[in-house]
């Protein structure tokens, strides 16, 4: 395999890793989703499989979006990740600062291979239903959690992520998680 030529095309990186994590992928779709992730009422926003088992070294989960348009909160990551579109579209907003300035607003179609520092606070603005994306970490280092613009320049308040989370584990075994933030 080129490796060197999966990089210069994206389709085909995310080829060479369908044909790896597809076998893993197919297992997990055939049962419940270990984690939805709700940022309103509405119902869950994404959808999580654990294609490998959690871990501080890194993780790959499949990521599948349910098309539903919450107002989601800006967050940061615990880990460096790669995130690779396999299918559908989303849309993310990313921040160059936690003061929530400097944003960049990119598009991910299928192959699109996106490589994010853990620090750097983003949010998806969009997705269509079923999109589905590999995401990649590696070992966790630092607090993960929430990003809320308060009045004024610089005014951005950070809530870490078990502050604002409160779980709940249904009769499927998937673990649901609503996010609460004050305010």
Known sequence: MN???MTDNPNAMAAALLDLWGPSINLAKDRAPDLAIHHSDAGPNLLRWYLTPRNEGGCV????????????????????????????????????????????????????????????????????????TLFFTGPRHREWGFYVKGEGRGMTKFYPWEDVTRNEKD?????????EIPG
């Open 3 to 5: 490796y060197a030529a």
């Open 61 to 132: 989960y499949l990521h599948q979006f349910t098309g539903i348009e919450g107002q989601e909160v800006p967050h940061c990551h615990p880990a460096d990740s790669m995130s690779v579109c396999v299918f559908g579209h989303v849309v993310d907003e990313e921040f160059g600062t936690v003061e929530l300035t400097q944003n960049l607003i990119t598009s991910a179609k299928y192959g699109t291979v996106r490589f994010r520092q853990g620090r750097n606070p983003h949010r998806i603005v969009s997705a269509f239903a079923g999109s589905e």
């Open 171 to 179: 009769e499927a075994g998937t673990m649901h998680s609503y996010l």
